[in-house]
């Protein structure tokens, strides 16, 4: 899974910034693209909420980065178009790809999982295709309709 502070201790947004102005972006087009990003950024907020209050009404336990406790991770600040969700194995600060089979075994079983039950309760998800960034994990697009 990328780290979501990739870009420096500042933060994503502060790297983003960094790196669109370097790119030629005025201040002004720079600004605006971090407002839009924001505005869905607050979007996805209100359904990760809902995808983590499922997941645990499921059963599933949420990742706690701060213990390194297993369970679902949401992300919804990476990606314009949804919500993140990765499997983490106690101990892991965050999700990652270690390379070992074990790890990489229950990560694909409980990704797999993880969909499976929100695609069941009525969200938009798929699996991330193994050509892409975040291979595996679960992007959630949608939540349930209302009844």
Same mark, same amino acid.
């Given at each position: 899974?990328?780290?979501?502070?990739?870009?420096?201790?500042?933060?994503?947004?502060?790297?983003?910034?960094?790196?669109?102005?370097?790119?030629?972006?005025?201040?002004?087009? !720079?600004?605006?693209?971090?407002?839009?990003?924001?505005?869905?950024?607050?979007? =996805?907020?209100?359904?990760?909420?809902? !995808?983590? /209050?499922?997941?645990?009404?499921?059963?599933?336990?949420?990742?706690?980065?701060?213990?390194?406790?297993?369970?679902?991770?949401?992300?919804?600040?990476?990606?314009?178009?949804?919500?993140? !969700?990765? =499997?983490?194995?106690?101990?892991?600060?965050?999700?990652?790809?270690?390379?070992?089979?074990?790890?990489?075994?229950?990560?694909?079983?409980?990704?797999?999982?993880?969909?499976?039950?929100?695609?069941?309760?009525?969200?938009?998800?798929?699996?991330?295709?193994?050509?892409? /960034? /975040?291979?595996?994990?679960?992007?959630?697009?949608?939540?349930?309709?209302?009844?």
């Amino acid at each position: 899974m990328s780290d979501p502070f990739l870009f420096g201790e500042d933060g994503l947004d502060a790297g983003l910034r960094r790196c669109l102005l370097q790119a030629g972006l005025s201040q002004e087009a !720079v600004d605006q693209r971090l407002a839009e990003r924001e505005q869905r950024i607050a979007g =996805w907020a209100s359904l990760a909420d809902l !995808v983590g /209050d499922t997941l645990l009404d499921a059963g599933f336990p949420q990742h706690d980065p701060t213990t390194a406790s297993g369970g679902f991770h949401l992300n919804h600040i990476l990606y314009d178009e949804g919500v993140l !969700v990765d =499997w983490a194995l106690p101990g892991e600060r965050v999700p990652t790809a270690d390379n070992d089979p074990f790890h990489d075994a229950v990560e694909q079983i409980m990704n797999s999982a993880l969909c499976a039950i929100l695609t069941a309760t009525g969200y938009t998800a798929h699996l991330i295709p193994d050509d892409q /960034d /975040d291979a595996g994990c679960v992007m959630v697009v949608a939540g349930p309709a209302e009844p």
